[in-house]
């Protein structure tokens, strides 16, 4: 969300953004209704003021008139702020200049490492691999979930959690604050991270939220988060940190749900698309400075960077458009990993700068060094998704006699070197 005076006073730029991001919004229409809405918010200060004011004698007299006044204005006023709002929540923040103008054909590669590994023998998919060493079911998570169902065994359970503790382990060292954060949450969480009322069609709603310590049901729709991120910022909703307080670094590792709405025959099989995973993430809020968010930004993935590294997996980092980097980003990266299967890379991480987009929402802010209030500006980054990435270790390590290595990183969390077909 932005500052609705900075939306009058940069129509232009907003405008622009709108443009360049393929956001269905007519920001005439949001002008339009600002208007109304200040005009309808100003009659009724005005009668409330002439109301507070009235002589006892011509209270009766003039009392009855202003109350009608305001019994038409309120309802209307009520309308117009319901409709407001929601409009707001549909302006995207302005991307960076640095962003490349396009859609997802625009996205720039600016870096890889590690080579991609040549074969003399025929490799296997994920797939094979899984079935073949015992590490993956499909067929009976479709039986117990249905569609894009799994289960993950035996071997495929330690490299999972062992790469979510090596994520964890990163976290701290680096300075983190580690969180395990819920993942059934409240509507505002989802709307304050800008998953409302963007991507909602990707988020189960619990059809039956509960009942409160004196029995009777909850009434508020509650949600399974797609990303720790919706609550790793919630946690700090409403909050005023001091400037010495920043840069927040937090961490958080949760399972992950998404319906994966409209891709039904898309990435069908494997692990590359599925409904629950397993995710660390990491959230950043720093001061509302622009220089100081692009350090950030770069540190984050970094970080990401990192982990793929101790993984031993070759990656490319891409600068993503303006029209795929979703409306709260100010400038986004994506990591992709090769995933021989596909003969090409596929995403396994995402890295966002979302300035004060998020924080507006949320209402989080710090006193800066002069005292006054700001919003803080929030960051996040993927450390670690599973199960989609023992896509491009299953494949990447995987040797002549079907047998998988496991990075030197993972080891001690697997007990072994390599996981071997099973001896028959």
Not at 67 to 86: D, G, N, S, W, Y
Not at 129 to 149: K, M, P, Q, T
Not at 158 to 182: A, I, K, N
Not at 196 to 206: A, M, N, S, V
Request: include cysteine.
């Amino acid at each position: 969300m932005l500052d609705i005076e900075f939306i009058r006073t940069h129509s232009d730029a907003v405008g622009d953004a709108i443009q360049k991001k393929g956001i269905a919004l007519e920001l005439s229409q949001l002008l339009e209704l600002d208007e109304q809405r200040r005009s309808l918010i100003t009659k009724k200060d005005q009668l409330l003021a002439e109301r507070n004011q009235l002589p006892v004698e011509q209270a009766k007299e003039r009392g009855p008139a202003i109350k009608q006044q305001l019994q038409e204005i309120e309802p209307t006023l009520a309308t117009v702020e319901q409709r407001f709002h929601e409009l707001m929540l549909l302006v995207p923040q302005i991307p960076s200049a640095l962003s490349p103008v396009g859609d997802e054909s625009a996205n720039q590669v600016v870096k890889t490492v590690g080579t991609p590994p040549t074969f003399d023998f025929e490799p296997k998919d994920h797939i094979q691999l899984g079935e073949s060493l015992d590490l993956i079911d499909f067929d009976a998570g479709r039986n117990v979930s249905g569609f894009r169902g799994y289960f993950l065994k035996n071997d495929a359970v330690l490299l999972e959690y062992g790469m979510l503790q090596l994520g964890l382990r990163l976290m701290r060292d680096r300075g983190f604050s580690l969180r395990v954060p819920p993942t059934v949450v409240r509507g505002f969480a989802l709307e304050g991270s800008g998953h409302f009322p963007f991507g909602k069609e990707e988020i189960y709603q619990i059809a039956n939220p509960g009942r409160l310590e004196g029995g009777e049901a909850v009434k508020e729709p509650h949600y399974l988060a797609g990303t720790a991120e919706s609550s790793l910022l919630a946690e700090f909703a409403n909050r005023t940190l001091q400037v010495g307080e920043l840069p927040v670094r937090v961490a958080g590792v949760s399972p992950c749900y998404r319906s994966e709405i409209g891709s039904y025959s898309k990435d069908a099989k494997g692990l590359y698309r599925i409904h629950e995973f397993m995710k660390v993430e990491q959230v950043l809020l720093c001061e509302a400075n622009d220089e100081m968010q692009e350090q950030h930004l770069q540190e984050l993935l970094g970080i990401a960077e990192e982990m793929l590294q101790l993984l031993e997996l070759p990656y490319r980092v891409l600068e993503i458009a303006t029209g795929d980097m979703g409306a709260g980003k100010v400038r986004m990266f994506d990591i992709e990993t090769w995933m021989p299967s596909r003969n090409s890379y596929g995403e396994t991480h995402s890295d966002s700068a979302l300035g004060d987009w998020q924080s507006r929402r949320l209402g989080i802010k710090y006193v800066d060094v002069e005292g006054t209030k700001r919003h803080v500006y929030a960051l996040n980054c993927t450390v670690i998704a599973s199960p989609r990435i023992l896509i491009p270790l299953l494949e990447n390590h995987q040797q002549a006699d079907g047998s998988i290595m496991v990075p030197k990183a993972l080891q001690e969390f697997v007990g072994k070197e390599m996981i071997r077909p099973l001896v028959v």
